[in-house]
């Protein structure tokens, strides 16, 4: 089989077989320890049905993109406005390097000394994670720009405002959608991992509360709620991307620049 | 006053020009360009000929002020409009000097009419009447059709046409072309040709055009310059005394083309 439909059903064929070998891991460590597909699933709807899981993922939801809405403009924005200052950018460029390398979930406990176990401290987090990963993209789709285009625009009259609008900015849209993709598994993450830590909700607190009371299904399920998030938040973002980038190639539009 | 001493007075005039670029292992780059000067009146159609790689691009460039130069000067209409040592290049001279690149340069991002009326879109004239004039010029270029298509979904000739129409379109009073019928078939490159002379001989036009076709550059050209190998100067200037106006078939059958043709043939070297 080819095409969409044939796509659907080899995926459908590997999902099987995931389940399949999670169920025989169950059945060889016991359901106790390991969990199972189906009892996972009975947790799920479990927790669907209290409005447990709902609730919680909702808070998740809402902490990351809290984080994204503070992170995102200026990790998107700085690479601009340094276009044309090569030296500040210069001398910034082993601070944000640093910076970058810290890994940020290490973090998790100064934030929420500083934030406290409310929202801020997730949010506080998945900005800072945001920040440097989409910061970087764009950098790299700033300096990408052909400069023939640029150069043949401000032939026909376009002052500095019009280089960053129609040129700048389009060529490099896919570098930041490169780099929010990146950053979205990254951004639910941290979030959960922050939760985990110290929080009494959201879908790390019930990850945390119910591996305390040794419910491994609900664990599960929980974690199932994560994975939900992350693939409903990359459909947004692909989606939104797909609308900017109507006019490349298809051969670009799915393979995308790297992260 | 600047004017140069031959009539009619010269629209633009490139004086003692030369270019270098920074060498990229250190020490001294060689010339590219070197004491190239010639003048091209108000309303002239210039073509230029010359090797590959002897800097015909490169020379484009200064005039357009993409590129800076090393020595020497522009003038247009008499005012000095570049010099060495410029603090800063004005591309363009204020719409005053349009530029078909050698690569289409189209905006990957934007359809292939919106291409074409950029220019008229930068300074608020993309209205109905610019927009007529965007649909007839790509008509004029057999793009009629194409509208709606983007860069990647149109042929390489077909990009090197709406690039052609986007230059036409704002109507600047110079304009420079390099090789913009290079990747046509000879029919279509007939076709453009033949509207390019309409236009030029309508409109009066002053055009400098880069080509490697002899016969083209003696059929559209008043005036063909032969450039040199690097560093590039002119080697031959030939008034090319031809009826007007012109059709390639017919001119290759004059009786004056065979020494145009071999005078240029042989200046390249
Ligand atoms: N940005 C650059 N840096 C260094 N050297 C350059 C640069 N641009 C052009 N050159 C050099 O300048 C010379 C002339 O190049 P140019 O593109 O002007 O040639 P051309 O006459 O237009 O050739 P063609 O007919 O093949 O288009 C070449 O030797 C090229 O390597
Ligand atoms: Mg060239």
New binding site residues.
Partial sequence: MTGPAGRAFDRLLVAALLLAGWQGASAAWGEYWASGPLPAAAAFWRLVASGSLPTNALYTLEATAWGFAIGLPPGILLPFLLRRHPRIRAVLDPFMVAAYGVPKLALAPLFIVWFGIGIGSKVALVASVTFFIVYFNAMAGVAAVDRRLIATVRVMGAGEWRVLTDVVWPASVPFVFAGIRTATPYAVGGTVVTELISSNRGLGHLIQLSANRFQTNEVFAALFGVLILVIGCNLAVQAVERRLLRWRPPVFAASGAAG | MTAPHHAPMALLEVRDLGKR?DAAGGGDAPW?IRGMGFAVADGEFLTVV?P???????LLNMIAQTDHPTEGEVFLRGERILHAGAPRLNPGWNRQIGYVT?EDNLLPWRSALDNVLYALRLVGADDAAGRERARDLMAAVGLAGFEDYYPHQLSGGMRKRASLARTLVYDPPVILMDEPFGALDAETKAILQHDLMTVWASKRKTIVFVT?DITEAIALGDRTLVVSR?PARVTLDQANDLPRPRRAEDVIVHPAFPPLYERVRAAIR
């Fill in positions: 670029f590219v010359g590959s790689g002897s800097g015909k691009t490169t050698q490697h690097a």
